[in-house]
């Protein structure tokens, strides 16, 4: 038998429902927004199936974007970075796989039971909220880190096999910097969810997140802290962060495309291949961290203002968090067609690990041929080569 909410929102983040059994209604808060309640109603039955595809070809593009990127001839400070922002966009899609599954597709995404809130699930999706929150986390900071050390690069004269060994130690270094300072800094979240027990019709139970309560006066300092945490480091700060070194690495792309325009007008010929161009490069990663900001910078502004704002986290924050999912995912699947558009070394070296290999097999394609020696027939298995 299943609970629906009286009360708008999520039912595996809501307590306050409509028993089935009780008939009654416990401190019931109306939205202050019919629209935005009729999208977000609408939204949710097609979520899950939306986010299922978006999944389903984000992770090989992602898998595609780590083998590309950890070739012996593409292993360069920024793709070291860049192959573990694919690391955590492919962990953050495969943990949405069953979570959209479970919560959208095969139950609606505005009833309780005890099958879909059974204790089996309810961890699992506990387990899932503190590993997405903290894959979201590194890939921010990791896009952060793309922008200081493509803006560092740019300004620094030092070149040569030493300087770039010595970059990719430090790249290196950085990641590992931020997995263990983001775990660090989720720590507050992972202590604020909590499952309580609520009972059926049928005398079966289920689980459900408590409410949290915020502005109400009675939130545990726990959840405050948590939500002022995720929201100024893990959003706020390093979309700032973004913004600044994202600025001075388009100031700085601007003057390379003055100056290549002020050498071609006085007859100047620039001779350079062009996936040697560093300002390629530059538009690529610039194209990638602006992503990161229109994803996560929204969300950001949004858990402050449920912090401050009465009913926000109610009325406003999870009414949008679909849209918000669905956003992140987009933004974890298309870094594979950035890099194909814009970087024509990743696209030679794909060419080369994916397309040379299904050629060579179809130019060697084997056959039998036969002939007689004498009175003996001889059959002999060869291999041709089709040039087309």
């Known amino acids: 038998m299943d609970i629906i909410c009286e009360r708008f929102s999520k039912p595996y983040f809501e307590t306050r429902c409509r028993n089935a059994t009780m008939n009654s209604t416990v401190n019931v808060t109306p939205y202050k927004s019919e629209n935005l309640e009729y999208f977000s109603i609408t939204y949710s039955n097609w ?10 070809i984000g992770i090989p593009l992602n898998i595609i ?8 001839n593409m292993q360069t400070p920024i793709n070291c970075i860049l192959t573990w922002l694919a690391v955590a966009d492919t962990a953050t899609m495969i943990s949405y796989v069953p979570f959209s599954y479970h919560f959208y597709c095969r139950f609606s995404a505005f009833t309780i039971s005890s099958e879909k809130n059974s204790w089996v699930w309810m961890h699992f999706l506990l387990i899932y909220l503190n590993f997405s929150s903290t894959a979201h986390t590194i890939a921010i900071w990791l896009a ?7 803006h560092h690069h740019l300004h620094s004269p030092a070149k040569g096999s ?47 997140f408590e409410d949290w309560e915020i502005n ?19 959003k706020i700060l390093p979309c700032a962060l973004i913004i600044i070194f994202g600025s001075l690495l388009l100031r700085t792309l601007n003057k390379t495309m003055q100056n290549r325009r002020h050498l071609s007008e006085n007859g ?51 009414p949008l968090g ?59 298995l060869n291999s041709v080569e089709h040039t087309g």
């Open 216 to 234: 109400s006066g009675h939130a545990k300092p726990i959840r405050l802290v948590s939500l002022i945490v995720y929201g100024s480091l893990a």
């Open 322 to 380: 679909d849209v918000m999912d669905m956003l992140a995912l987009l933004n974890n699947s298309i870094n594979f067609v950035l890099y194909c558009t814009m970087s024509q070394e990743f696209r030679s070296t794909f060419i080369a690990l994916f397309c040379s290999f299904s050629c060579t097999h179809e130019r060697r394609k084997p056959y039998i041929s036969s002939h007689y020696n004498g009175d003996h027939l001889l059959v002999t």
């Open 47 to 56: 979520h899950g199936y939306i986010s299922l595809i978006t999944c389903a």
């Open 268 to 318: 100047v010929t620039i001779s350079a291949r062009r996936h040697a161009d560093p300002s390629r490069t530059t538009s690529m990663l610039l194209v990638v961290i602006v992503l990161f900001l229109i994803t996560e910078l929204p969300q950001g502004i949004l858990i402050m203002c449920c912090i401050f704002l009465q009913n926000f986290f109610e009325n406003i924050y999870i």
């Open 162 to 208: 030493i300087t770039r060994m010595r970059r990719l130690i430090r790249a290196r270094l950085v990641v590992c910097v931020v997995v263990c300072t983001s775990v660090i800094l989720l720590i507050p979240n992972y202590l604020s969810h909590n499952l309580e027990e609520v009972r059926f019709r049928d005398n079966t139970t289920g689980y459900v």
């Open 144 to 150: 952060v880190a793309l922008a200081i050390m493509r």
């Open 65 to 72: 974007n780590i083998i590309v990127l950890t070739r012996k």
